[in-house]
């Protein structure tokens, strides 16, 4: 039931781009991604809602297909406070919250 | 404005000790959670809860409890700490059940 997410991990240089993909095998109500820094507490990236609604804080973007129960997130132009572990979160039924999340992307960035 | 507090931030247990873990929020957050986080594991939800007076079941609930007596608190419990209970936990609230905000986490090693 947890969705597996790939790459596991991935090196980047400043200004690249990088995809991190999320996969269920349950039908989804959201997508949730979030980011977390190492000693710190995860935080809140995006959301990606059944029928198409997306609603995030920063600038990066995401897509989900729901034929495939597959997010996407799309990290452009990559900085290094970018550098983080990624985590999406996938909700089954709606208004509780109450994610599964994946094992994670480590992704550094590299000067 | 605080955010998600946690207490305590670093915790030793023996084997068969009891203790409970307090997060609290100023945000008048509805909606509140419990997470574990083990290396490679990704979070995991153990319990949460909707409402003051409401708690759920989540992936990993067995051999903890918990309480929402009222609505800016959500307590956890753990009866007979067991060593398979070390584990970064991390308390979350949300208002709507979309955008989770953290708290710091608790460091729990049980001997």
């Known amino acids: 039931q947890q969705p597996v997410q790939s790459p596991q991990a991935v090196i980047l240089r400043e200004g690249e781009d990088a995809v991190i993909n999320c996969s269920s095998s349950?039908?989804?109500?959201?997508v949730h991604w979030y980011r977390q820094k190492h000693g710190e507490a995860p935080v809140f990236l995006m959301i990606?809602?059944?029928?198409?609604e997306q609603k995030g804080h920063e600038k990066i973007s995401a897509s989900f297909n729901e034929k495939k129960q597959q997010s996407s997130l799309y990290l452009t132009a990559s900085q290094l406070s970018y550098s983080g572990t990624y985590f999406c979160?996938?909700?089954?039924?709606?208004?509780?919250?109450?994610?599964?999340f994946g094992q994670g992307t480590t992704l550094q960035v590299k000067p | 404005n605080a955010g998600v507090t946690q207490t305590p931030k670093f915790r030793v247990l023996k084997t068969g000790q009891s203790m409970t873990l307090l997060c609290a929020q100023d945000?008048?957050?509805?909606?509140m959670y419990w997470y574990r986080q083990d290396p490679g594991m990704g979070l995991r939800l153990i319990h949460y809860?909707?409402?003051?007076?409401?708690?759920a079941k989540g992936e990993v609930p067995d051999g903890y409890n918990v309480s929402r007596l009222k609505k800016q608190n959500f307590l956890l419990g753990l009866e007979s700490a067991a060593p398979s209970q070390t584990s970064v936990y991390f308390c979350?609230?949300?208002?709507?059940?979309?955008?989770?905000?953290f708290g710091p986490g608790t460091r729990l090693t049980v001997l």
């Open positions: 809860s909707v409402g003051e007076g409401t708690t």
């Open positions: 979350a609230s949300s208002y709507t059940g979309f955008e989770q905000f």
């Open positions: 979160g996938t909700e089954i039924t709606g208004n509780t919250g109450k994610l599964i």
């Open positions: 945000m008048n957050h509805e909606y």
């Open positions: 349950k039908a989804l109500y959201s």
């Open positions: 990606l809602l059944k029928g198409g």
